[in-house]
């Protein structure tokens, strides 16, 4: 016999007894416990994909054309983004649906600043502009077929004053212009004027293949004075991005190039501009995002016409895959940026850019 006191024998479980209780309390704690783990990874989830669009971005706002792979990014498609946040918020609706405002709102961070969409709210700012509306169309146009008919349906439509074009053979400036209006061919930069005009000066690069034309200089005789217009052509990063998209090794050094001869023609043509900047009207093909530090270093000081008075992405310049906004108005000081939009396919890589400008004066 024991020598224990009842109270403890009975107190003890005998061996073959099943403790019915601590099972029964682990089940209940289990699903609990995963549910937390849960929780924990959706937060984790959705602030890590809201740090690294903000970095994205960042990344594209300070260090494009300045480092080889933010130049990458620069010029690839942007929607991909719109991936990650949108993948993070089936998982959080799912798991933590009072964090959903975290991948939502890093979704429109995607649709926003990182495809650069424009609102046109500096449109509704007070700003004195008393003359008439001056109208102009700039267009590349580049490769494909041209439709010429379109393109002169889109200058009778917007009852455009002026039309610059980039690329351009003679034939198709003097098929393109309205009768009375007057044409010029500067060597692949074209412009059509609904007023009499004279050029002043022409940039031109050397290439092997010879010279061709980066700027040229215009003063337009209109009713109420004579403007200060530049069609513009800057070196493209077509043959550095081609590099890249074969995974070459020379794709850094490539594009490091390509950053250096584009920022040397963006310096050269603002310079040529500078003497007339305030009433200056500078448009065409820059080949530059408004991200580019070279973009912000050469053409700060004018008014971008889409992100003053457009809306939308903006973009003029298409592939298979994205498009991209790298086809610019710009006014100087004494001009009031009234609207600007993008015009219909016309047959070419790059769409028309529209714009709609008043003298303050």
């Given at each position: 016999m024991s020598t224990y006191p009842r109270r403890y024998e009975t107190a003890t479980p005998s061996c073959t007894e099943t403790p019915s209780a601590m099972p029964l309390r682990l089940g209940r704690r289990a699903p609990q416990a995963t549910k937390s783990r849960l929780h924990r990874f959706a937060a984790w989830l959705a602030w890590s994909c809201a740090v690294g669009l903000l970095t994205v971005w960042l990344t594209l706002a300070l260090a494009s054309d300045r480092w080889w792979a933010a130049t990458l990014l620069l010029f690839a498609p942007r929607?991909?983004?719109?991936?990650?946040?949108?993948?993070?918020?089936?998982?959080?609706?799912?798991?933590?649906?009072?964090?959903?405002?975290?991948?939502?709102?890093?979704?429109?961070?995607?649709?926003?600043?990182?495809?650069?969409?424009?609102?046109?709210?500096?449109?509704?700012?007070?700003?004195?502009?008393?003359?008439?509306?001056?109208?102009?169309?700039?267009?590349?146009?580049?490769?494909?077929?041209?439709?010429?008919?379109?393109?002169?349906?889109?200058?009778?439509?917007?009852?455009?004053?002026?039309?610059?074009?980039?690329?351009?053979?003679?034939?198709?400036?003097?098929?393109?212009?309205?009768?009375?209006?007057?044409?010029?061919?500067?060597?692949?930069?074209?412009?059509?004027?609904?007023?009499?005009?004279?050029?002043?000066?022409v940039l031109r690069r050397q290439w092997p293949a010879g010279w061709f034309d980066m700027c040229a200089h215009y003063r337009i005789d209109t009713p109420y004075g004579a403007v200060e217009l530049f069609n513009v052509h800057l070196a493209t990063p077509r043959g550095a991005l081609e590099t890249a998209l074969r995974h070459s090794r020379q794709t850094p050094a490539d594009l490091e190039a390509n950053s250096a001869v584009r920022r040397y023609e963006s310096r050269i043509v603002s310079e040529f501009v500078s003497e007339d900047k305030d009433a200056a009207i500078v448009a065409g093909d820059f080949n530059l995002p408004p991200e580019s530090?070279?973009?912000?270093?050469?053409?700060?000081?004018?008014?971008?016409?889409?992100?003053?008075?457009?809306?939308?992405?903006?973009?003029?310049?298409?592939?298979?895959?994205?498009?991209?906004?790298?086809?610019?108005?710009?006014?100087?000081?004494?001009?009031?940026?009234?609207r600007s939009w993008v015009g219909p396919d016309v047959g070419s890589d790059h769409h028309p850019l529209v714009a709609e400008l008043r003298l303050r004066k």
């Open positions: 929607w991909v983004w719109a991936g990650p946040p949108l993948l993070v918020a089936l998982l959080v609706a799912l798991a933590r649906p009072r964090l959903l405002w975290l991948p939502l709102l890093s979704l429109l961070f995607v649709v926003g600043p990182i495809m650069g969409f424009c609102f046109p709210w500096r449109t509704f700012l007070p700003g004195a502009a008393t003359g008439p509306a001056f109208r102009i169309i700039t267009c590349n146009c580049g490769t494909g077929k041209l439709d010429i008919e379109r393109l002169a349906s889109l200058i009778q439509e917007t009852q455009a004053d002026v039309v610059l074009l980039q690329e351009c053979h003679s034939s198709t400036a003097q098929t393109l212009a309205p009768p009375g209006w007057s044409v010029e061919n500067a060597w692949g930069l074209c412009v059509i004027s609904r007023h009499p005009f004279r050029q002043v000066d530090a070279i973009f912000r270093r050469s053409w700060s000081d004018y008014q971008d016409a889409f992100a003053t008075a457009g809306l939308g992405w903006g973009y003029t310049k298409f592939t298979r895959w994205h498009g991209a906004r790298i086809d610019h108005v710009l006014a100087g000081s004494e001009w009031r940026v009234e």
